[in-house]
């Protein structure tokens, strides 16, 4: 019995050099590692043999497929109606890439990232194949670690999906609306602060959308047919992306605090016991949620509109629990 | 326990595409590099030695028999077979990961190279943003610092925006949930501590040696004080995802978090923003402290 490893390496092989293409019949009866029919074995040896191949193939194609080999389906009519396989050289070897042995340090931090997560695997398999094109050295310690983050389930159904441009089903309990099932082109995984993202087209309400992959309850589910639709050259970040406009915000800081706002902003002027500093914001919500967080030791001057957005948060927060 | 194929596979042609371009490998170097024994090289060298084309007995690959018996791999011929390229998985889980350390400005300089060079080979896998503005300065000289085994001086504002100057002993840059914080031994604290990068506004190394040894225990040792459960409408519940080991249910149009909390302060600062969302809160020494804020907040506008 020949190893599986041994198997996929002359699948591999196989597939890479042959002119054309390999129909089923020829892997199982040319390729080492698979049992070519029986000789004059009986309809039912013969049912059973075929039957047990195909699960063993069907496998093989699925695992070669995870491990990042491209397998092609061929069809030719003028070779009659059964379809063919085979690999593209070029598409399927690892680009040319010269790494350092820092730079392979490096590489294997950044697994830590995955670790005992769902991609965590998938980070190690990739370190072991670019150690092939790293040069050897001594073991470089790096003062750099990255903690494991907590990734939800449905980011690698998703990558997936995106590499092969299929649909994907998904239960998803947004702010506004609730829980609901969604049915989403995935573009691409967007990753900010921790936090995983995925952007695509929603095919129910016919717009792009970004959802949260932590608020996908359940299982990913992929739909229709591979290369469906076209992820846009330019895709839309929405409330993800910095914002062109930026506004000026004056705010008043107690002395001694508010060392964040200071160092971000250019100190203006002294009004009694404030400081004034003009202060560049992008997002309005999250100057609001600075100031009010420091509680009283901070007070927008400008625009009256922020300054009266505080000022609800603050009464709002007065009325908690004493409804 | 048996090794997964795909594993060995994958390492049986880091071997050949490594002996490929780096010539006749003794077999001691191939086991240090790839992790394994050198009785594991053996044997996958022998594997790939006796792989074969569809139908014959043509071997694509082959090594030099007397180099073999003298524990060297050397190719004597090799018909194209090379290791494979990333996995759309593979490539965002090392991408997303690499230029996460970096938008959290904890990325050494190799690593920026890497990542140019993964960036180069296979476009672009993940979208990475980055909101930590952690001072290039700051990032610099902690790593002359670490490097040199010096002591250094931070200004650091903490979570409370105080703002002090502390001599740390500086061990590692590390990334936890996708923020850049410094792991350090503070001889203001006598104790050790994690310092959050994009609050240090600046550093100056000492001429002192460090004293101090890192730790084992990486990360994060904030032991809650209590737990806190706070009902808020589904429209505010973004502000919550982010609590410290926080669980959060559905109840009706609402959901209902758990979390621990270290300082009702800090809390409580992250709950005013969403307060007009915000339905119920326990303990009641959460709601008091978000009602004294309130009231300072609004103090201030007066």
């Avoid at chain 1, 915000?249 to 002027?269: C, F, Y």
């Avoid at chain 2, 006796?50 to 090594?63: C, Q």
């Avoid at chain 2, 190719?75 to 996460?100: I, K, W």
Wanted: hydrophobic share 45%; net charge negative.
């Amino acid at each position: 019995m020949v190893e599986k490893s041994q198997r996929l390496l002359n699948l591999i092989i196989g597939l890479s050099s042959t002119r054309h293409r390999l129909t089923r019949d020829q892997i199982r009866d040319t390729v080492e590692g698979y049992e070519p029919l029986p000789r004059g074995a009986s309809e039912e040896d013969a049912r059973k043999a075929e039957q047990a191949f195909e699960r063993m193939f069907e496998r093989d194609k699925a695992e070669l497929r995870e491990m990042g080999v491209p397998v092609e389906t061929v069809e030719d009519s003028v070779y009659g109606d059964e379809i063919g396989y085979r690999i593209r050289p070029a598409e399927a070897a690892m680009p040319a890439l010269e790494l350092t042995a820092a730079e392979l340090a490096v590489l294997n931090v950044a697994t830590d990232y995955w670790r005992g997560a769902v991609l965590g695997g998938d980070a190690q398999q990739a370190v072991m194949k670019l150690a092939s094109s790293a040069e050897h050295g001594p073991r470089v310690e790096l003062p750099f670690a990255a903690l494991p983050a907590a990734a939800h389930d449905a980011i690698g159904t998703l990558v997936e999906a995106i590499a092969d441009r299929q649909a994907v089903r998904f239960e998803y309990s947004s702010t506004k609306a609730g829980a609901a099932t969604r049915t989403v082109e995935p573009w691409t995984v967007v990753l900010r602060a921790g936090v995983a993202y995925v952007i695509g087209f929603d095919r129910d309400r016919e717009a792009p959308r970004t959802f949260r992959v932590q608020r996908i309850g359940g299982r990913v589910t992929p739909v229709g047919e591979h290369r469906a639709y076209d992820i846009p050259d330019e895709i839309p970040l929405g409330a993800l992306g910095e914002s062109e406009d930026i506004h000026t915000a004056r705010v008043a800081l107690r002395p001694e605090s508010g060392h964040a706002l200071r160092r971000r902003g250019t100190a203006a002027s002294v009004d009694g016991g404030w400081d004034l500093y003009d202060v560049e914001y992008a997002h309005s919500d999250a100057l609001v949620a600075e100031v009010l967080g420091l509680a009283g030791a901070a007070r927008i001057v400008s625009p009256e509109d922020l300054a009266a957005a505080v000022v609800r948060a603050a009464q709002a927060a007065q009325e908690v629990g004493r409804g | 326990m048996a090794e997964h194929a795909r594993d060995r596979l994958v390492r049986m042609l880091g071997i050949l595409t490594y002996v490929e371009r780096h010539g006749a490998t003794p077999f001691a170097e191939l086991a240090d590099h790839f992790g394994v024994s050198v009785a594991q090289v053996r044997k996958d060298i022998d594997a790939l030695w006796v792989a074969s084309e569809p139908g014959d007995s043509w071997s694509p690959i082959d090594f030099s028999a007397d180099e073999f018996d003298a524990d060297v791999a050397a190719l004597v011929r090799n018909d194209g077979v090379t290791q494979v390229r990333l996995s759309p998985r593979e490539a965002v889980a090392l991408v997303g990961a690499l230029s996460t350390m970096g938008a959290a400005g904890a990325l050494p300089e190799a690593g920026g190279q890497v990542l140019a060079k993964l960036r180069d080979a296979l476009a672009e896998p993940v979208i990475v943003l980055g909101d930590d503005a952690v001072a290039p300065e700051v990032r610099e000289g902690l790593i002359a610092a670490i490097g040199r085994y010096r002591r250094a001086r931070v200004e650091y504002v903490d979570a409370h925006d105080r703002r002090t100057t502390r001599d740390v002993d500086p061990h590692r840059l590390v990334v936890i949930d996708g923020h850049g914080y410094l792991e350090c031994f503070c001889h203001r604290a006598e104790d050790y501590r994690v310092l959050r990068l994009d609050r240090i506004a600046a550093v100056e190394t000492l001429d002192t040696p460090v004293s101090r040894p890192p730790t084992d225990t990486a990360g994060f040792s904030l032991t809650p004080a209590f737990k806190a459960t706070v009902r808020i409408a589904r429209t505010g519940r973004w502000a919550l995802e982010d609590m410290p080991g926080v669980e959060i249910e559905d109840a009706e149009e609402d959901v209902v978090a758990t979390f621990g909390v270290a300082d009702a302060a800090w809390a409580a600062g992250r709950l005013l923003p969403v307060a007009a969302h915000v339905r119920e809160v326990a303990p009641h020494r959460l709601l008091e402290e978000l009602h004294r804020q309130a009231a300072a907040v609004l103090e201030a506008h007066r």
